[in-house]
């Protein structure tokens, strides 16, 4: 029975990476698509200017440049969290439920790593929000 819930589970986690992994070169093939020019090659410099007047904004809307560009950051670092998670919690719940069968320090150790990404994930996924929450409402 506990296998049986191991592969699920895998299964599951892997399922969803992979269909972020589709959704995410989906878009790109999307942006690549809007971003080429007559000669079929993507420009580095539109997507650079893109950045820069993303950034822009961020500064426009906090109205300084430190906590514009920690927001920035801070979006930046919320997108790329998501892939780096679930690749995370694929590889600790292989230690957890796969290699962890045959020995209870590999499956602490799977636990722990476990535990430890989903919480960093976490932080990563609300840090942004209450960034915004004390800049905007508690500044003043």
């Known amino acids: ?19 972020v992994c ?27 200017d893109k950045a820069l007047s993303t950034l822009e904004d961020y500064k426009r809307e906090y109205g300084d440049d430190t906590y514009g560009f920690a927001a920035y950051a ?11 998670g679930f690749i995370g919690i694929v590889i600790a719940a292989i230690y957890r439920y796969v290699i962890g069968i045959r020995r209870l320090d590999v499956q602490d150790k799977g636990f722990g790593v476990l535990v430890a990404i989903i919480t960093v994930m976490v932080i990563c996924q609300v840090l942004p929000l209450i960034f915004a929450i004390v800049v905007k409402g508690w500044r003043g």
């Open 1 to 19: 029975m506990k296998k049986a819930i191991a592969f699920v589970f895998i299964f599951l986690t892997l399922f969803c990476t992979i269909t």
């Open 22 to 48: 589709v959704s995410t070169k989906a878009s790109q093939v999307e942006v690549n698509n809007t971003l080429t020019t007559n000669t079929g090659t993507t420009s580095l410099v539109e997507l650079k």
């Open 74 to 84: 801070l979006n930046i670092i919320r997108i790329y969290s998501i892939p780096f």
